[in-house]
């Protein structure tokens, strides 16, 4: 499913026009930091939706690493880097 798939399916499901459920679907997702979720990852919170999931920021230690061409060890710097654990809900869906 790609974002056109799903705002076709939200609108359908939710009784909206397909723009207001673009623009719901554009808020939560954009990657900038006025998306509910890049924004809220990107000040350092979570986004918890029970049932769902839970969206956060985890922080990824400097660390030694090769470059797969010539061999040569690289150090690779700290950031951090989103992350996504899913809910008991989701994983029982999936699974059955």
Not at 3 to 25: E, L
Not at 48 to 53: A, D, M, Y
Not at 77 to 85: D, E, L, R, Y
């Amino acid at each position: 499913m790609n974002k056109s798939d799903m705002i076709d399916k939200v609108a359908q499901i939710a009784g909206v026009s397909k723009t207001d459920a673009a623009a719901v679907i554009n808020a939560l997702f954009d990657t900038s930091r006025s998306g509910v979720i890049a924004g809220e990852l990107g000040s350092g919170g979570k986004v918890s939706i029970p049932g769902f999931g839970t969206f956060e920021s985890r922080h990824r230690a400097a660390r030694k690493g090769r470059n797969p061409q010539t061999g040569a060890e690289i150090m690779i710097s700290a950031k951090n880097v989103p992350a996504f654990k899913a809910g008991k809900a989701l994983k029982d869906t999936v699974s059955s």
